[in-house]
């Protein structure tokens, strides 16, 4: 039997791999300079990870302010086209692990999912644990993370390669973590590697590998069945306050076993029917409401590439693009109403000569 390894540089993987990385991205000088000498580069690229030569590049940083401030880390491209070829073999094999209500990163699931999730089990339970974790991807921790997925994956050789592209992340989230101490540490607990480079495919995967412990933990020894996932936000249901109450603290406890914290003054035992933070929404049990931020938002980039499509800076397939994304998510929502008005003020006018 093949081993994974060779799964993962098997010629028709990796250019499974180069299509996925470069979908939706092909007019960008990174995917066009590789997709000229696409044959020469994914041989070299095979024949690198093949005698482990390969080493990942440097990231390009940038920040984005929606909904909130977020340091983005791009890899190479030819670094995605790896990330990509790892998962394609690998996923599956976690993918068989995890619980049925994570939504993130997930085939068949997704953030709208999780909406509609969290809306049954609010229409079914009175009360809700709804928390989320302190500086989520800056804090995951890389020992932790590769003793999850070395009980997962035997194969060493493919245990180098998640080892360099933990290596490569190191460092890339240092100004946005705030250290934090847990019982037993010592001062070198601050020198641990940690942070997974928001961006990256293989973080996002990682992130569910990582927390499928603690999902665990929650259905099997709190045993709390009506429990639902989006990346780091959670929410528990249930009918007792004190019960609820008791899961709290229990889960606390939990997350600190994986170096993790929650922001416990804002994790708190609240009714169902006074509506719950989620995903950009707030959701009740007879109905969903969006976010004032998110319209806001909207609204502010909206009446931005309005000005640049009037001044011929933006196309409008890029305009109708933009629009359509936002509409697609907020009619997940009651926003009829709101849409009207948004784009009753915000007409789309001709174009200047």
């Known amino acids: ?37 696409l044959a020469d580069r994914l041989i070299a690229l095979q024949s690198a990870l093949r005698t482990r030569s390969y080493r990942p590049g440097a990231y390009r940083h940038f920040f984005i302010h929606e909904p909130k401030r977020r340091k983005i880390s791009a890899a190479p491209f030819v670094d995605r086209v790896v990330h990509h070829a ?10 068989a692990g995890f619980i049925a209500h994570s939504y993130a990163n997930r085939r068949g699931k997704g953030t709208h999912r999780a909406v509609d999730r969290l809306q049954e089990l609010a229409r079914r339970h009175r009360y809700v644990l709804r928390a989320d974790i302190v500086q989520h991807f800056p804090s995951l921790d890389h020992s932790l993370l590769r003793a999850k997925l070395a009980r997962l994956i035997e194969d060493e050789e493919v245990l180098w390669l ?10 890339a989230l240092t100004a946005e973590y705030t250290p934090v101490y847990f019982p037993g540490d010592d001062l070198l607990a601050a020198c641990r590697p940690r942070g997974l480079p928001i961006g990256n495919l293989t973080s996002q995967f990682w992130s569910n590998v990582f927390l499928n412990d603690f999902d665990w933990f929650v259905q099997r020894e709190l045993g709390c069945g009506a429990y639902v996932r989006y990346v780091d936000d959670f929410a528990l249901f249930g009918d007792s306050k004190s019960r609820l109450a008791a899961w709290r603290e229990a889960i606390i406890v939990r997350l ?6 929650i922001h416990e003054a804002q994790t708190q035992v609240l009714p169902t029917r006074c509506g719950i933070p989620w995903l950009g929404f707030v959701v009740y049990p007879a109905c969903r409401l969006l976010k004032r931020r998110n319209a806001v938002n909207f ?55």
């Open 1 to 37: 039997m093949a081993s994974l390894f060779a799964a993962i540089t098997d010629w028709d993987n990796l250019w499974r791999a180069y299509r996925l990385a470069a979908r939706g991205k092909r007019r960008k000088d990174s995917a066009a300079a590789f997709e000229q000498v």
């Open 86 to 95: 790892l998962c394609n073999v690998i996923e599956p094999i976690c993918e």
């Open 162 to 171: 998640v080892d360099s592209i933990l290596a490569s992340g190191v460092g």
């Open 256 to 261: 600190a076993r994986e170096r993790l914290t």
């Open 299 to 353: 609204t502010r980039r909206l009446a931005r590439n309005l000005d640049d499509y009037q001044a011929g800076q933006l196309s409008f397939g890029e305009l109708d693009a933009s629009v359509q994304g936002w509409i697609n998510h907020v009619r997940y929502a009651d926003t009829w109403g709101l849409r009207e008005h948004v784009f009753a003020s915000h007409p789309i006018p001709k174009r200047s000569a």
